[in-house]
């Protein structure tokens, strides 16, 4: 059932790869409660996507599961291609494909850096230029948001790696919105903090109890509110924006350092 606090996205099609994923699932959530039939893109999850898919129909949307390598580019083109196919035409990609490992930078090795670029940037890249070709020869044109963070622009130690790739997609995006624009595609990125997700606050209780103290909202994320800006930057009320970073931390953020 569509949720009406939502900017209604109904007979448009949405892409969201990493969709088995916690933030990936939480988007893909909310586009279907806009009202927007879903592709599930996962990689190795395919439980995962599966339950997605199995959670949003029973709640009256429409929802499949693709299964694709987002490091080949050969693979992103296809599952494009294949979201396309399922409704005849493709309006929204979110690219919330990642990983975030840790690693501190003395010991990083190129291998190690390059498997996180091609993870988090890359992939992006790559669906990016397919979705484009698509939307920009369809009535409406379309809408990409990648899934940044706020480490894109305040790095953590031990994640040299992903910070960079993060600080990369937020200006790929301004980039790409450069140059799409004239094309009808809108480009834009949504930068979450700290999304919770199940055992968090048990694997990690020292920096939970740090980001609540630290933020003004007095919780962390949770990955619906990531999934609500997606929507919004997917939708007719943002029409007139492109190239913008979407801060969704709480605001944590707005915090003093000194």
């Not at 291998?111 to 020869?137: H, Y």
């Amino acid at each position: 059932m569509r949720d009406g606090t939502l900017p209604g996205l109904s007979g448009r099609v949405a892409l969201v790869t990493g969709g088995s994923g916690g933030i990936g699932a939480g988007v893909a959530a909310r586009f279907a409660a806009a009202g927007a039939a879903v592709v599930v893109h996962y990689r190795g999850g395919a439980a995962r996507a599966r339950d997605v898919v199995e959670r949003i129909e029973q709640g009256g949307g429409e929802a499949i599961a693709v299964a694709a390598d987002l490091t080949r580019e050969a693979e992103c083109r296809r599952l494009v291609e294949e979201a396309r196919a399922w409704r005849g035409r493709l309006d929204s990609v979110v690219n919330s494909a990642g990983i975030q490992p840790v690693r501190e930078l003395p010991g990083m090795t190129a291998q190690e850096w390059r498997g996180v670029v091609d993870a988090n940037l890359t992939g992006a890249f790559c669906c990016t230029q397919a979705a484009a070709e698509v939307m920009a020869g369809q009535d409406g044109g379309g809408s990409v948001t990648h899934v940044a963070s706020i480490e894109g622009t305040s790095p953590a130690p031990g994640h040299a790696h992903y910070s960079a790739s993060k600080a990369a997609l937020i200006m790929f995006a301004r980039s790409a919105a450069l140059e799409y624009g004239p094309r009808g595609v809108r480009v834009n990125t949504v930068s979450p903090g700290l999304v919770d997700r199940p055992g968090l606050a048990e694997d990690w209780p020292d920096g939970v109890a740090r980001w609540r103290a630290a933020a003004p909202l007095g919780r962390l994320g949770r990955p619906e509110d990531v999934g609500n800006a997606c929507v919004f930057l997917a939708s007719e009320a943002a029409a007139w924006i492109s190239g913008t970073d979407l801060v969704v931390d709480g605001g944590v953020g707005a915090r003093p350092t000194w």
